[in-house]
Nanobody
Framework: QVQLVASGGGLVQAGGSLRLSCAVF????????MNWYRQAPGKQRELVAH???????NYADSVKGRFTISRDNAKNTVYLQMNSLKPEDTAVYYC??????????????WGQGTQVIVSS
């Protein structure tokens, strides 16, 4: 079975940086799109960043200019570099492959989430 494993979360002071990683394990034919979502307590899950196989990216307005999403296609891994962190960035961050193709059909796969806490 295909699994997404997120890592890199932790506790950081405002203004600091973290890099999140999401590694995909299993038999994979292609992953056209990879996303990072986050969800804070009492709030709806939101899309933070998006990247295509070709490297085209999009960001939520709240993180644009501070976060950078990238991917290593050979390793089936996506990263989220988070700089100038703010307390409002505190959330559980989830990686997502909404159109993973295993050679026979598409799957929407989610990682387990990694906690990011930004203190003031």
């Amino acid at each position: 079975q295909v699994q997404l494993v997120a890592s890199g979360g932790g506790l950081v002071q405002a203004g600091g940086s973290l890099r999140l990683s999401c590694a995909v394990f299993g038999s994979i034919f292609s992953i056209n799109v990879m996303n990072w979502y986050r969800q804070a307590p009492g709030k709806q899950r939101e899309l933070v960043a998006h990247i295509t196989t070709g490297g085209m990216t999009n960001y939520a307005d709240s993180v644009k200019g501070r976060f950078t999403i990238s991917r290593d296609n050979a390793k089936n891994t996506v990263y989220l570099q988070m700089n100038s962190l703010k307390p409002e960035d505190t959330a559980v961050y989830y990686c997502n492959a909404p159109e993973l193709y295993n050679g026979k059909y598409y799957e929407n796969i989610w990682g387990q989430g990694t906690q990011v806490i930004v203190s003031s």
